[in-house]
């Protein structure tokens, strides 16, 4: 977690905000798995500020969310979602979502973390490389205006 971020779970209230956020970042977004986690699993993790001015009543809003499903099957995990609000970006939300589902997978057992990113969005391939993924497969017409490329970080110690 970084300074300027809290992460907790997510929760019904949070829907709103968190669709907002999906709509404004994500260009397929898997509305349907971000209804059902609300009330988990899946594993659905929020970013707020942390400062205690950031919002009032409830707490703050949310400014950024991750989506990440576990399979029985095997040891691994996958990031479905990973989004912060265009105009949040950049300041160590993401990171610490990603830091913070690292370690509850961590802690679950699972052993891997796999996440598909389009293949033309370089920001987000950087984003992963930098956070210690892997490209491991081409993965083509993976979305529907495009090719995709799955990433894959281990989680071990």
Do not use: C, N
């Amino acid at each position: 977690m970084t300074d300027g971020t809290r992460v907790r779970e997510g929760r019904s209230a949070d829907l709103a905000a968190l669709r907002a956020i999906q709509a404004a970042v994500l260009a397929e977004p898997w509305e349907e798995l971000l209804t059902v986690a609300a009330d988990g699993p899946p594993l659905l993790l929020v970013a707020t500020p942390a400062s205690p001015d950031a919002g009032a009543g409830a707490g703050p809003s949310p400014v950024g969310y991750a989506l990440a499903v576990t399979d029985g099957d095997d040891d691994a995990g996958y990031l479905a979602e990973l989004a912060v609000a265009p105009d949040r970006q950049g300041e160590g939300h993401g990171s610490a979502l990603l830091d913070a589902l690292v370690a509850r997978l961590r802690e679950s057992g699972v052993g891997k973390l796999r996440v598909t990113v389009r293949e033309v969005d370089e920001a987000a391939r950087a984003f992963y490389r930098e956070r210690g993924f892997e490209r491991r497969e081409r993965l083509p017409d993976r979305y529907e205006r495009g090719d995709g490329f799955l990433l894959v970080r281990e989680l071990g110690e």
